[in-house]
């Protein structure tokens, strides 16, 4: 059986995160599934051709997987998807990001177009599944994929006042919001300390800039990228993870922080409200509330807050992403669609 995945599968770069569509191949091979994909290139006339090409060359795949992203990269799933419709391959759309549901409702029409080429639609998180069922889609969810016993889990209860955030440096994940956070909890904890680290896209030297203006410099860092030996140092040696983005839908290093124990504060945008639950496997505030952050971060370090329900009940949901469960769903729906 040859399976044919196209999408952004830009982890095969350096400095790049490993991407869920990666997780996905390597699964799939280990079952002894044939998978071609597309593409490793992030510039975007290069990932079209790749596409392209890969599409024509593997025209006797069984089955084609398409991952769905909003805007600009909305179009690879239509190029895809036409390819593949030509062709007669049998369609699966993987739906990802948060902001899907925001493209739809500006671009209908197009959507409708594409998705209709499909034979079923995969979400990750029940926010996307929720909104598009209410279109009449048909819509399988299967989590995000981690290797649980990649995360170490850290249960001692040495509450410090040492936070991480970890996303990449762009607007709509709100770096501005950890920073003026972390000079409120300054004024209570002076040992305080944040780590910020992710990949720049334009805006890490203004963050630089705005913690020397917000005068907590010397309390900050900015490792830049984290492998994966690097991560998980992290992971240790922090102990609450501020999550402050705009827009998100199942964000896997939120997963990878609770499968390492670490105390979550995230915003409620999205897909997170479907994804945590408030006091029960994190905290949620308002999106920009660095106040309420902070409160929250305070209140940890006193010991006001039940961490070790939190803790254990975080680990446990991180344990519905591990890769031997996600996989059996993607071996089910394969047999299911006739593959």
């Known amino acids: 059986m040859k399976v044919l995945l196209t999408g952004p599968i830009l982890g095969y770069n350096r400095g790049r995160e490993k991407s869920q569509a990666e997780y996905l191949i390597e699964l799939l091979s280990q079952k002894g599934i044939e998978v071609v994909w597309a593409s490793k290139y992030p510039q975007r006339i290069k990932r079209a051709q790749d596409i392209i090409k890969t599409i024509i ?14 805007f600009g990269a909305f179009l690879y799933a239509d190029i895809a998807s036409y390819l593949m419709h030509r062709f007669h391959i049998p369609i699966v759309f993987w739906l990802h990001g948060g902001a899907l549901p925001e493209f739809v409702e500006k671009h209908k029409k197009w959507v409708k177009r ?8 995969i979400a990750p998180s029940f926010y996307l599944a929720t909104y598009f069922r209410r279109y009449g889609y048909e819509v399988e969810v299967i989590r995000n994929i981690i290797h649980i016993e990649d995360y170490p889990y850290h249960t001692e209860n040495n509450i ?62 900015f490792p830049g990228f984290l492998d994966k030996e690097k991560k998980y140092e992290y992971f240790k040696s922090h102990f609450i993870y501020l999550h402050t983005n705009f827009i998100d839908n199942t964000p896997v290093s939120v997963i990878e922080a609770l499968a390492g124990g670490l105390i979550v504060i995230a915003t409620d945008v999205g ?19 660095y106040k309420k952050m902070a409160d929250y971060v305070i209140g940890i370090i006193k010991g006001k807050i039940d961490l070790k329900g939190i803790r254990t009940r975080g680990r446990a949901l ?10 059996e769903q993607w071996l089910l729906l394969l047999n299911q669609i006739g593959c």
């Open 318 to 327: 991180a344990m519905e992403f591990d890769a031997k469960n996600v996989i």
């Open 114 to 121: 594409v998705l209709n080429r499909g034979k079923i639609l």
């Open 271 to 289: 897909g997170i409200p479907y994804l945590l639950k408030h006091k029960y496997n994190a905290l949620l505030v308002k999106p920009d509330d």
């Open 57 to 70: 060359r593997h025209k006797d795949a069984k089955l084609g997987i398409i991952m769905v992203y909003s």
């Open 160 to 221: 410090s006042p040492k936070l991480l955030w970890m996303r990449t440096f762009h607007p709509i994940y709100n770096p501005k919001m950890a920073l003026y956070a972390h000079r409120e909890v300054l004024k209570v904890f002076p040992e305080a300390f944040l780590t910020m680290a992710g990949v720049d896209r334009g805006i890490m030297k203004d963050m630089i800039k705005l913690s020397k203006e917000l005068g907590i410099s010397d309390k900050v860092s």
